[in-house]
């Protein structure tokens, strides 16, 4: 039983650490570790809401709800998603992500509850609309997209700006601070021609030199 219940658990980190690694890849504020807790986390409580009150199931006059304890997770995991949704602009940011989070912890309790197969299924499914329905769809509306990361000095941000420049990319705002670390902390705010944009600005961001991103929406 207990190996059964380690492999439940197991295999939730292991599904919700791969969508992680694809929102880590797009520099999203959810990454791999917070997928990989959600999914882990939604896994134990399932495996404790089913399994974690054997010794008093029994006792006279005691009755137990084994579902109440998973139901919890459901609306419990809202809160962690709405931390990762900005307004800003008269537009909605951070939705993707959040969405992300609902479903990896939905695969996280499959995993629990010993489906595997449905919750490698759903897995499977969220990667592809991520990444294959993603470049396959059109693109052709413009997107508002912000960017935040730090630099070393002020070169490399001339650089990020002349190239968005270059690409056609309007600069909606652009603000910029030293941190306490002393390094200058960047937010941009661009519109640009296609959503696919993102990617392109992701490998501009890890060319420059001293540059660390924060996130990308």
Known sequence: MLSTLLLRIAAAALMGGLIGIEREYRAKEAGFRTHFLVALGAALFMVLSAHGFGDVLFSEGTRLD???IAAQVVSGIGFIGAGTIIFQRHAVHGLTTAAGLWVTAAIGMAAGAGLYVIAAFTTFLVLLGLEVLHALL?????????ASFTAEDR???DQLLEQLKTDGVIVSSFSSAKNESGRLSVKID????????SD????YLRQLEGVEIGSIE
């Open 200 to 203: 392109t600005l992701l490998h």
């Open 138 to 146: 059109p693109h052709t509306n413009k997107r508002t997209i912000i």
């Open 66 to 68: 084994v579902s109440r």
């Open 190 to 197: 661009m519109k640009a021609a296609h959503t696919k944009y």
């Open 155 to 157: 070169h490399s941000v």
